[in-house]
């Protein structure tokens, strides 16, 4: 088994199977709680709830060898393979896959641009690859991220760093991308991924900004049928989504043992400071039993 997100299963997103905007989503998944406001942990004779250890974290909290978790987060995968190498698909990688298969359709023969080259944005580079994407650009100031996103299926490169990256993915799409994944969750980015929009182009928002960060988007520049939206999750219901993505990989088409590095327990430091630099594109922590 693997675990992706919890959802409600009742409300009326979950039952058109959006389950990934579940009305509930924010609190299931950082509520430290079940709905009914119950807590795996248990609560000590007499302790009030408010004083109590809370676990429940994406409706999990699985820093450990075992995890009470809700049905809706649990994924049956293949016994043939190691479960430290699929446990990332149930959050990042489906993300990244499925707002390119899912969320946006991408058509074959299609332009896609790809703001950021980290584990999100490299399995959607990976998805675009597999939907016969003509151009998948992608951008990022991380020269070794753009390497890997080059070998995984990225036609083009752009240093965000070097030049206008504007005029560069026009230069390649000539008249701009279809799709723009936006993901670095910076404002000055999400603006970008609007202006190089191609007439009736979609740009998707994944990356989680701050409260209250606003985007300035020149109101005109939407009359030509594009479109920005948000995702999560990549509207994967992961107990069909992820059994897909299992099927790419063992077809050599969505190598994720590329991305991952794993890490003992006891390097969760490390990890952590391998991650925030870069120089591990999705960090793994092996949780070993005592």
Same mark, same amino acid.
């Given at each position: 088994? /693997? ?47 408010? &004083?109590a250890m809370h676990g429940h974290f994406f409706g999990q909290s699985s820093f450990a060898t ?47 641009? /790809? ?23 992608? /951008? ?7 390497? /890997? ?16 990256? &504007? ?9 701009? &991308? ?12 999400l603006k970008l991924a609007v202006d190089v929009l191609a007439p009736l182009g979609t740009a ?64 969760i430091n490390d990890a952590v400071e391998q991650a925030r630099k870069g120089d591990a594109i ?9």
């Open positions: 088994m /693997v675990l992706s997100y919890p959802s409600c299963e009742e409300c009326r997103y979950c039952r058109s199977g959006h389950n990934a905007y579940c009305e509930h989503a924010f609190e299931i998944c950082f509520g430290g709680s079940r709905l009914d406001g119950s807590n795996a942990l248990g609560w000590p004779e007499g302790e009030a709830h408010e &004083a075992h995890a009470v978790v809700d049905q809706s987060s649990v994924v049956k995968v293949p016994d043939d393979l190691p479960l430290e190498l699929l446990a990332p698909l149930g959050c990042g990688f489906q993300t990244g896959a499925g707002a390119i298969l899912n969320s946006l359709e991408v058509r074959p023969g299609s332009h896609v641009a /790809v703001f950021g080259t980290g584990a999100v944005g490299l399995a959607a580079i990976m998805a675009a690859k597999v939907a016969g994407a003509a151009s998948i650009i992608a /951008v990022d100031i991380n020269a070794s991220r753009l390497a /890997v996103a080059r070998e995984l299926g990225a036609t083009h490169t752009i240093n965000g760093r070097d030049g206008n990256t &504007a005029e560069q993915i026009r230069g390649i799409t000539g008249i701009g &991308a279809d799709y723009v994944l936006e993901i670095t969750a910076r404002p000055e980015m998707a928002l994944i990356g989680g900004a701050p409260a209250g960060a606003e985007a300035p988007v020149d109101m005109n520049v939407l009359l030509n049928g594009r479109m920005a939206r948000g995702i999560i999750q990549g509207d994967a219901v992961p107990q069909v989504f992820i059994p897909r993505l299992i099927e790419l990989y063992r077809a050599g088409q969505f190598p994720i043992d590329r991305l991952v590095r794993f890490f003992d327990f006891e390097q999705k960090a793994v922590l092996r949780v070993a039993a005592s």
